[in-house]
């Protein structure tokens, strides 16, 4: 069984940071793409920012200049870090990624359960 969690959601005031984190656990193999995703009340979910295990990364217009993706192989671990938040950021935060459990053959895409994020004006 492969689980993501994340953490590090909140509440902050506009302009302000918060850094998300999630980490991979379980019978893993190898991992590809980690990503960002985040939906709003009433919006559809939107692919945020998304990294490869390469370092390649790409990013919403929305968030570009913003926001920042990393990650840690060695930790199964990847973040976002968040900076000049606006109150449009508000949406629950989900970690996704594409992880070859157990072997090289068996690819799968997770999520994890979701981190609220807050901003207020």
């Known amino acids: 069984q492969v689980q993501l969690v994340e953490s590090g959601g909140g509440w902050v005031e506009a302009g302000g940071s918060l850094r998300l984190s999630c980490a991979a656990s379980?019978?893993?193999?190898?991992?590809?793409?980690m990503r960002w995703y985040r939906q709003a009340p009433g919006k559809q979910r939107e692919l945020v920012a998304a990294?490869?295990?390469?370092?390649?990364?790409n990013y919403a217009d929305s968030v570009k200049g913003r926001f920042t993706v990393s990650r840690d192989n060695a930790k199964n671990t990847v973040y976002l870090q968040m900076n000049s938040l606006k109150p449009e950021d508000t949406a629950v935060y989900y970690c996704?990624?594409?992880?070859?459990?157990?072997?090289?053959?068996?690819?799968?895409?997770?999520w994890g359960q979701g981190t609220q994020v807050a901003v207020s004006s």
């Open positions: 990294i490869s295990s390469a370092g390649s990364t």
């Open positions: 379980g019978s893993i193999f190898s991992i590809n793409v």
């Open positions: 996704n990624a594409d992880i070859y459990s157990g072997s090289r053959w068996n690819l799968a895409n997770y």
